[in-house]
């Protein structure tokens, strides 16, 4: 069985029947094992921590583990704006 999976795109000049439509809902929201809204938290929450430069560039130091720590870091002062606003 395949882990993943995509939509069905809709045929030109026609439209997808409510089979199809239902069943690409149910893959946009991770293979329905998560809600919609819980998935559009998730990816607001990665743009949040990219916003950081650190988070989102590749760091080029031979440190080990500092990568981790300027995510850890970058995930740590998003969820204190989050707690501020």
């Known amino acids: 069985m ?3 999976s ?3 795109k809709k045929p030109r000049g026609k ?3 409510d089979q ?3 069943l690409n809902k149910e893959k946009s929201s991770v293979r ?8 559009v938290k998730c990816e ?3 743009s949040g921590v990219k916003r950081y430069n650190a988070a989102r560039r590749l760091y080029r130091n ?6 981790y720590r300027f995510m850890f870091t970058a995930a ?10």
């Open 20 to 22: 199809q439509k239902h």
């Open 2 to 4: 395949s882990t993943s």
């Open 44 to 46: 607001h929450t990665i």
């Open 15 to 17: 439209e997808l029947t």
């Open 32 to 39: 329905g094992a998560l809600p919609q809204q819980y998935r």
């Open 76 to 85: 740590g002062l998003w969820n204190f704006y989050l707690m501020a606003a």
């Open 62 to 67: 031979h440190i080990k583990d500092l990568d």
């Open 6 to 8: 995509r939509p069905t």
